[in-house]
């Protein structure tokens, strides 16, 4: 994978312009300045003639380093961690996503609070002799470390209240698909054409922050309740997955995740890799997947070898190929097919009837002459099956289809 273009794509997400990228090679960083001091000469110069104000490193760099570059090049420092910390800020607009990345941002800043005073410094040490820099450094930390306590009660509270919410729709008998991916692979535009959305879409990197669910739209399909979520990206900061983990541990009650794949990109297989480890790392990774390789249509060509059409479906979510196709195996995967038809009740199937209405599959409805009742169902062949083996019943094909006691 090509971590500086994924760098470039980061930089243009968050509002900059790249203008020249520099390269090192070395078997340890520097622990002063992570790069050697000819590589620093170097951008020193191109930043003096360029009139450059930010510099960006594609690896964490610690609280020294980055104050000892900063020092050196006289312009704003960041580091990988620190951008993707300000698109998330950029990009989150409820209350829940702002409330996670202040919480990263918090964590992210405690360590690096160290030199924030250094005009305030103390000369000598010993008891009786703390000035007031140091004062100062334990009032800023005590604040972050009292407000990262604050944001964790307050994410912990919606956390139980989506637990509440994930159980009512456990309750409700509605299956649940998370769609998942690396960032920028087009999970917001298959999710708004599964579920006739209009979630926010772009072209750039963490679109989304929050996640959403929605019921599809196809008739033709069970109950099924589709969520988006946030993308994923190699070296995610590790300050991201602890503020997003309450997002993240969603996922653990989807009965099906959509692995959505951008199939025109070059580094798919990289990145689709990097996406199971984050899978595993959380434990998601025996919930039943379907790998949806998107963006189809920006292919010249597809190379059979690469293509499991067993295990994979191959789509574009833009141009509404493939989508139908996708439909069918979310059946498959969920309710083993769907079972549609009438199926007569005697009158005194009322209960049986009532239960079919509160699973919402049943369509239609009418009553015969004899008083026999008939429902048109809509529902998963093996939740039908399930259904009828709790209530004591089974299918019996005469001139119509009816409920019939077991053993009879």
């Known amino acids: 994978m090509d971590y500086l273009d994924e760098l470039a794509f980061l930089t243009m997400t968050a509002g900059g312009t790249v203008t020249k990228t520099f390269t090192q090679k070395l078997n340890n960083p520097n622990p002063k300045t992570f790069i050697g001091e000819g590589k620093i000469n170097e951008i020193r ?30 312009c704003k420092i960041l580091d990988r961690t620190n951008l993707i910390l300000d698109i998330f800020a950029q990009r989150a607009k409820t209350s829940y996503a702002k409330t996670q990345v202040e919480l990263a941002q918090c964590q992210y800043l405690l360590p690096r609070l160290k030199g924030m005073w250094t005009h305030l410094e103390r000369q000598k040490g010993g008891i009786g002799l703390r000035g007031p820099g140091e004062t100062q450094l334990e009032t800023d930390r005590r604040l972050i470390g009292n407000r990262i306590k604050n944001l964790k009660k ?10 509440l919410n994930s159980y009512a729709r456990k309750k409700s008998m509605n299956k649940s698909v998370a769609l998942v991916g690396y960032t920028n692979a087009g999970k917001t ?5 599964l579920t006739n959305s209009k979630q926010f879409a772009e072209n750039k990197l963490f679109a989304t922050l929050d996640s ?5 739209i196809d008739p033709e399909i069970g109950p099924i309740l589709f969520s988006d979520t946030v993308g994923f990206i190699s070296d995610l900061p590790t300050q991201l997955i602890e503020s997003f983990k309450a997002t993240l541990d969603e996922l653990k009650s989807a009965d099906l995740l959509l692995h ?28 039943p ?21 067993k295990k994979e479906i191959l789509i574009s979510a833009e141009k509404n190929i493939g989508i139908d196709k996708l439909r069918e ?6 309710y083993n097919g769907i079972y549609s038809g009438w199926i007569s009740l005697e009158s005194s199937m009322g209960k049986i009837r009532s239960k079919l209405f509160g699973m919402g599959c049943i369509k239609d ?19 039908l099956n399930n259904f009828l083996k709790i209530n004591g019943f089974n299918l019996c094909q005469e001139n119509d289809i009816i409920l019939e006691k077991l053993g009879t």
């Open 212 to 216: 959403v669910t929605r019921r599809n």
């Open 154 to 163: 307050r994410l912990d509270k919606a956390h139980n209240q989506k637990k």
């Open 365 to 383: 409805e009418k009553i015969s002459s004899c008083g026999n009742i008939y429902v048109y169902l809509q529902i998963g062949k093996d939740d």
């Open 329 to 334: 195996n979310i059946n498959k995967k969920l």
């Open 189 to 193: 535009t298959l999710f708004n054409k």
């Open 45 to 74: 110069e191109y930043i003096k003639e360029n009139n450059i104000q930010t510099v960006i490193f594609d690896d964490e760099l610690s609280a020294t380093q980055e104050r000892n570059i900063s020092k050196i090049f006289n």
């Open 289 to 309: 997947t379907i790998i949806v390789k998107n963006k189809c249509d920006l292919l010249k060509k597809y190379s059979s070898g690469l293509f499991n059409p």
């Open 260 to 287: 959505i794949v951008d199939a025109s990109d070059n580094d798919y297989q990289q990145k689709l890799l990097e996406v199971d480890k984050i899978l595993k790392d959380l434990g998601l990774e025996n919930i």
